[in-house]
Protein backbone atom coordinates (compact mmCIF):
# COMPACT_ATOMS: atom_id res chain seq x y z
CA UNK A 1 0.00 0.00 0.00
CA UNK A 2 0.92 3.28 -0.76
CA UNK A 3 1.35 5.63 1.96
CA UNK A 4 0.60 9.70 2.12
CA UNK A 5 3.97 10.90 1.13
CA UNK A 6 6.51 13.23 -0.63
CA UNK A 7 5.54 12.22 -4.19
CA UNK A 8 2.80 9.23 -4.70
CA UNK A 9 2.69 10.02 -8.51
CA UNK A 10 6.28 8.33 -8.36
CA UNK A 11 5.54 5.93 -6.00
CA UNK A 12 2.52 5.25 -8.13
CA UNK A 13 4.53 4.89 -11.43
CA UNK A 14 7.40 2.83 -9.85
CA UNK A 15 4.95 0.49 -8.73
CA UNK A 16 3.09 -0.03 -12.02
CA UNK A 17 6.47 -0.36 -13.66
CA UNK A 18 6.69 -3.64 -10.87
CA UNK A 19 3.30 -4.74 -11.95
CA UNK A 20 4.69 -4.25 -15.63
CA UNK A 21 7.22 -6.39 -15.12
CA UNK A 22 5.36 -9.45 -13.48
CA UNK A 23 2.81 -9.00 -16.12
CA UNK A 24 0.37 -8.06 -14.14
CA UNK A 25 -0.90 -5.39 -16.66
CA UNK A 26 -4.03 -4.22 -15.16
CA UNK A 27 -2.84 -3.09 -11.79
CA UNK A 28 -0.24 -1.67 -13.53
CA UNK A 29 -2.56 0.35 -15.74
CA UNK A 30 -4.59 1.06 -12.63
CA UNK A 31 -1.28 2.61 -10.67
CA UNK A 32 -0.63 4.98 -13.73
CA UNK A 33 -4.04 5.59 -14.21
CA UNK A 34 -4.57 6.77 -10.35
CA UNK A 35 -1.18 8.42 -10.81
CA UNK A 36 -2.52 10.58 -13.85
CA UNK A 37 -5.70 11.81 -12.01
CA UNK A 38 -3.05 13.15 -9.21
CA UNK A 39 -1.22 15.09 -11.59
CA UNK A 40 -2.01 14.85 -15.08
CA UNK A 41 0.67 17.42 -16.48
CA UNK A 42 3.31 14.59 -15.51
CA UNK A 43 4.36 14.18 -19.54
CA UNK A 44 6.36 10.60 -18.51
CA UNK A 45 3.01 9.20 -17.15
CA UNK A 46 1.21 9.28 -20.24
CA UNK A 47 4.26 7.60 -21.79
CA UNK A 48 4.71 4.75 -19.86
CA UNK A 49 0.94 3.96 -20.00
CA UNK A 50 1.22 4.73 -23.80
CA UNK A 51 3.81 1.77 -23.65
CA UNK A 52 1.65 -0.65 -21.15
CA UNK A 53 -1.38 0.02 -23.67
CA UNK A 54 0.74 -0.97 -26.88
CA UNK A 55 1.46 -3.68 -25.22
CA UNK A 56 -1.74 -4.84 -24.52
CA UNK A 57 -2.75 -4.17 -27.99
CA UNK A 58 -5.03 -1.21 -27.20
CA UNK A 59 -3.45 0.62 -30.66
CA UNK A 60 -5.80 3.62 -30.12
CA UNK A 61 -5.40 4.17 -26.39
CA UNK A 62 -1.93 4.03 -26.88
CA UNK A 63 -2.27 6.67 -29.63
CA UNK A 64 -3.78 8.93 -27.62
CA UNK A 65 -1.40 8.91 -24.62
CA UNK A 66 1.77 9.11 -26.46
CA UNK A 67 -0.03 12.01 -28.55
CA UNK A 68 -0.41 13.54 -24.74
CA UNK A 69 3.28 12.65 -24.21
CA UNK A 70 4.12 15.02 -26.82
CA UNK A 71 1.92 17.83 -25.97
CA UNK A 72 3.39 18.27 -22.60
CA UNK A 73 7.12 17.18 -23.59
CA UNK A 74 7.20 20.35 -26.03
CA UNK A 75 5.83 22.37 -23.25
CA UNK A 76 8.72 21.50 -21.46
CA UNK A 77 11.19 21.43 -23.93
CA UNK A 78 12.26 17.21 -23.93
CA UNK A 79 12.98 16.26 -27.28
CA UNK A 80 14.15 13.06 -25.61
CA UNK A 81 10.60 12.01 -24.76
CA UNK A 82 9.33 13.61 -28.29
CA UNK A 83 11.80 11.29 -29.73
CA UNK A 84 10.93 8.26 -27.49
CA UNK A 85 7.12 9.00 -28.28
CA UNK A 86 7.78 9.52 -32.27
CA UNK A 87 9.17 5.93 -32.29
CA UNK A 88 6.84 3.99 -30.55
CA UNK A 89 4.22 6.24 -32.47
CA UNK A 90 5.51 4.56 -36.11
CA UNK A 91 5.91 1.65 -34.60
CA UNK A 92 1.99 1.59 -33.74
CA UNK A 93 0.84 2.89 -36.66
CA UNK A 94 2.85 -0.15 -38.68
CA UNK A 95 1.46 -2.88 -36.36
CA UNK A 96 -2.18 -0.78 -36.94
CA UNK A 97 -1.74 -1.30 -40.74
CA UNK A 98 -0.96 -5.07 -40.57
CA UNK A 99 -3.59 -6.30 -38.52
Not at 31 to 42: G, K, P, V
Not at 66 to 93: K, M, R, T, Y
Request: glycine share 4%; aromatic share 8%; proline share 0%.
Amino acid sequence: MIQNGEDICSALSLRSHLHYLTANNDQAKHDLNAAIELDSQRRGLYYDRGVLHSHMKEYYLALKDFCEAVNLAQLAGDNDLIDAAEHHFIELLEKMRST
